[in-house]
T-cell receptor
Framework: NAGVTQTPKFQVLKTGQSMTLQCAQD?????MYWYRQDPGMGLRLIYYSASEGTTDKGEVPNGYNVSRLNKREFSLRLESAAPSQTSVYFC?????????FGDGTRLSIL | QKEVEQNSGPLSVPEGAIASLNCTYS??????FFWYRQYSGKSPELIMS????GDKEDGRFTAQLNKASQYVSLLIRDSQPSDSATYLCAVGLVEGKLIFGQGTTLQVKP
């Protein structure tokens, strides 16, 4: 049972490049979430999807877009990467209220 | 702006002692509260959830909730070096969203 799977685990981008972070869960959860974690900042919600076909902004959505492709998959896209988006990105899924996290994607933007 | 506050630490305790981690939150309507443990370079892992006032015990861990004071705490008895990690307090909001504190780093010294 894989739980929440994120790809890639590491990525280095140049400023202005685009990238999609992938997330898939096999727990049949309705809700999925994207967070970023910066040193000393805890986890901040970027976007979430309460159910298949719906997405909503979280606390820090600027510079990101998301797609809830189906019940299993929720992707996060950076259209034009900026150094301020250097962070660790976590995807989570939920059977409410408990959230389960993937292993994270460590993204560096030069 | 809903907030969750934690002392970032580090909190240093000797092996075998009780570690006490604290968290305050601003939203009086919150109904669900969580403690996640995060080892360096790893993803958050749920260790305790609590939904009603009082204490909840699970092994060496006890979560305490006081909704009137908007205060959540986590006690770790017989602390072990393997408990050294960052502990994230999270408060549940509508639609299954969580808001996280910045985390408290715990160091257990042999």
């Amino acid at each position: 049972n894989a739980g929440v799977t994120q790809t890639p685990k590491f990525q280095v981008l140049k400023t202005g490049q685009s990238m999609t972070l992938q997330c898939a869960q096999d727990m049949n959860h309705n809700s999925m979430y994207w967070y970023r974690q910066d040193p000393g900042m805890g986890l901040r919600l970027i976007y979430y999807s309460a159910s298949e076909g719906t997405t909503d902004k979280g606390e820090v959505p600027n510079g990101y877009n998301v797609s809830r492709l189906n019940k299993r998959e929720f992707s996060l896209r950076l259209e034009s990467a900026a150094p301020s988006q250097t962070s660790v990105y976590f995807c989570a899924s939920s059977d409410r209220p408990v959230q389960h996290f993937g292993d994270g994607t460590r993204l560096s933007i030069l | 702006q809903k907030e969750v506050e934690q002392n970032s630490g580090p909190l240093s305790v000797p092996e075998g002692a009780i570690a006490s981690l604290n968290c305050t939150y601003s939203d009086r309507g919150s109904q669900s509260f969580f403690w996640y443990r995060q080892y360096s370079g790893k993803s958050p892992e749920l260790i305790m959830s609590i939904y009603s006032n009082g204490d909840k015990e699970d092994g060496r861990f006890t979560a305490q909730l006081n909704k009137a004071s908007q205060y959540v705490s986590l006690l770790i008895r017989d602390s072990q070096p393997s408990d050294s990690a960052t502990y994230l307090c999270a408060v549940g909001l509508v639609e299954g969203k969580l808001i996280f504190g910045q985390g408290t780093t715990l160091q257990v010294k042999p």
